[in-house]
Every structure is written in structure tokens, then in C-alpha cells.
């Protein structure tokens, strides 16, 4: 079974710092591509940033130069660094796993598993 648990999330004020975790069992990260998602109320699930299995990184337009993914394949972890949190980043934040092109990484269509969110709250 595999599960995925994110953990990080919590209140800032506009301009600051949030790291998140999700650490993977059931699996071995390092065969899934992973990603990033949120979603805020009344709004649909969208991609912030993924991370393929071979490395290659993509962000959403409206975190590029603020958000930096990253995995730790040993650790079976993916991590979102945030900085320069906005207001508009205010959302419940999703850990995923599963297999896309390249191209269509932040799809989350292609992510099969899911956690179960961290809510990241940021006050202008």
C-alpha cells in the first residue's frame, strides 16, 4: 500500500518562508515521478512543481524563482521550499506520485497516489 504523508504546513505572513515534507512508504520514490499540487476553496486542484524520476524539475508560472522541489531518494522524501510567500499561495498543499511525460508534469491527472494535504496559510 502505498501512502504518502506531507507534513510543513502552517501560517505565515506575506513574504516569508515555509519548507514542506511528504515522506513516501509502500514504494521507492526514486521509481515515480512526484509532485507538488494545491488547491484553495471554491478552486480546482493545480500543479505548483513536480520532479521526474530523472530529475528534470517544472514549476507553475506563478511560483517560478520562489518555490524549489527536490527529493531525497534515500529518505524517500520530496520537499517544497517556499519563499516569498504570497497571499494567493494560501491553499491546502497535496504530496502525489505517478508517471507522466515531461511535458505534462504538473497534470494531475498522471499522479496516481495522493496525501492527504498540509494547509498553508499566508496573511497579507
Known amino acids: 500500500q502505498v501512502q504518502l504523508v506531507e507534513s510543513g504546513g502552517g501560517s505565515v505572513q506575506a513574504g516569508g518562508s515555509l519548507r514542506l515534507s511528504c515522506v513516501a512508504s509502500?514504494?521507492?520514490?526514486?521509481?515515480?515521478?512526484m509532485g507538488w499540487f494545491r488547491q484553495a476553496p471554491g478552486k480546482e486542484r493545480e500543479g505548483v512543481a513536480a520532479?521526474?524520476?530523472?530529475?528534470?524539475?517544472t514549476y507553475a508560472d506563478s511560483v517560478k524563482d520562489r518555490f524549489t522541489i527536490s527529493r531525497d531518494n534515500a529518505k524517500i522524501s520530496l520537499y517544497l521550499e517556499m519563499n516569498i510567500l504570497k497571499a494567493e499561495d494560501t491553499a491546502m498543499y497535496y504530496c502525489?506520485?505517478?508517471?507522466?511525460?515531461?511535458?505534462?508534469?504538473?497534470?494531475?491527472?498522471?499522479?496516481?497516489?495522493w496525501g492527504q494535504g498540509t494547509q498553508v496559510t499566508v496573511s497579507s
Open positions: 502525489a506520485a505517478g508517471s507522466s511525460a515531461i511535458w505534462s508534469l504538473l497534470n494531475t491527472r498522471n499522479y496516481r497516489y
Open positions: 509502500g514504494y521507492t520514490v526514486s521509481n515515480y515521478d
Open positions: 520532479i521526474a524520476v530523472n530529475g528534470i524539475t
